[in-house]
Every structure is written in structure tokens, then in C-alpha cells.
């Protein structure tokens, strides 16, 4: 993802950058063959786990006469530019917050077409039935990067650990809490370690790749974890002025259907999180 999508990049592979004819919107001059009776969509993905999902809806794109053409990117950048540049119709590997602040720097027109899924962080104890258990003084491991200590932070105010001065903010670190009724420690850390760290402390909110390398299940062994509104969930971005796009619909249509939660459920078995 992005700050939050670089757990995924241990995952990837390197991907050569192929380019069909974009459908949607007005198309970049292209030499190309001639055009088939079906429609073309172009979308641009991480390896895992958009690849994995993209291709599994290949079929049934076929069957609504539109050929999906699936581009994988081993980087967080070009995505978004090839999307700008309408060499892709629609892009899936980055998170909202990631976009906006990617448009924001690069002075793009893009914008969030769907959520599709959550790669939860979570708060893991080894000692503690739920957060709320924590004793006075009590340590908790977070992140130590921005992007994901803000989210870290943000969780244990939802738990009622802490209250944040805006818990809006999605780059909050510890000095904006405003209130610690447990006089809580909060120890940053890198976090590729926090798993071990749960040795050491009550609680410890962990990214979900690293989660997994330690063998826990943010579904089935966290004693908290991210709502299904989190704002980190992973999107398909595309243009402004795209939305009504029909091969786009089409898209809308197929990756928030039954077929695709069954896929994600069963794939990723809980360590991925439908938000439809």
C-alpha cells in the first residue's frame, strides 16, 4: 500500500509494466491492434493481494463482455501515475489515506471508487482477555513510523486506553494524548519486532503482516481490533469523472459481490477483512 501497503511488499514480486488500451474516459493515442468486440478494462495491482483477486474475477468479467486486463506493479507509485496518465482505468493496492495524500503531493485527479478490504492492525496480549483488563502502569508496544503508530494510537483510543486531543487525525503520535486514565507506558517500536515485544508488555498492536509471520490470526487471536469503517481500507482508485464509466460498474459490481467475499474469506483465511 503505500506507508500502510509496504507489509504487502515482502509479498510481491517484481512485474514487468505492460499496457493494454485503457476503456474509460478519454484514452491516451495508443498504437494497438484493432479492437475486439468486447469491452477492455485495465487495472493496475499489487502481485498480492489484488492479483490474486483480480484474476479470480476474470471469468466473470467475461461473462458481462468486458476484458479484464490485470497490470502488476512491484512499487506504490507508478500505479497511481499510470492511473493519472490513462494508461490504467482503475488501480487496487493502496489504502484512502495513502491516495489522498499521494493526489495531494503529486497534484493528481484521483479519487476513491470502492473500499474492498482491511489488512487489520490489531491489539494482542499474551496475558490479557481484553484491553480493557490492562493494569495501572501497564506497558503497550506500538508502531514506531508515522503512518502506523497513528493507527495504532487511534485503536487504543476506540478501546478507551487513551483519549486523543483529535482522534480524527490520522498521524497522531504520543504527544497528542490528552488523557492516559492508566498512566499507561506507550513504547514505540520497530515494527517488525512488535511481536516479540508481547514477551515484554500487556499489549502490543500489531501490523497484520507481521502478525502472520508470528503466526497470529488478527481475527482469531487479537483481543481487539480495527472496525470494519477503518479509513485504512484498501480501495480501487480511478479518475475523477470516471465514476459512471460502465465497464467501471461492472468492476463495482463484481469485486463487492458475495463471490468475492467467499474468495477473500477463504484465500487469506481472516488475515484480509471484507468492508462490504
Known sequence: MIKN?????ALCVAAGLAFG???????KTETAPAAKADKTLVIGVSPVPGGDMMN????????????????EFSDYVQPNMALSDKSLDANFFQHKPYLDDFVKQHNLKLVSYVPVFIAPIAIYSKTLKKPSDIAE???????NDPTNGGRALILLHQQGLIKL??????????????????KLKIVE????????????????VINCNFALGAGLNPVKDSIAIEAKDSPYANIVAIRAGDEN???LKVLKDLITSPEMRQFINEKFKGSLVPVF
Open 137 to 143: 502502569g501497564a506497558t503497550v508496544s506500538i508502531p
Open 5 to 9: 501497503l509496504k507489509p504487502f511488499a
Open 245 to 247: 464509466c460502465p465497464e
Open 189 to 204: 517500536v520497530e515494527a517488525a519486532q512488535l511481536p516479540r515485544s508481547l514477551d515484554d508488555v500487556a499489549l502490543a
Open 21 to 27: 488500451l485503457a476503456g474509460c474516459g478519454d484514452k
Open 56 to 71: 479470480f474475477l476474470k471469468p466473470k468479467f467475461a461473462e458481462k463482455g468486458v476484458n479484464l486486463k490485470v497490470v
Open 165 to 182: 486531543d483529535n482522534p480524527k487525525n490520522l498521524f497522531v503520535t504520543p504527544a497528542n494524548i490528552v488523557e492516559n486514565p492508566k
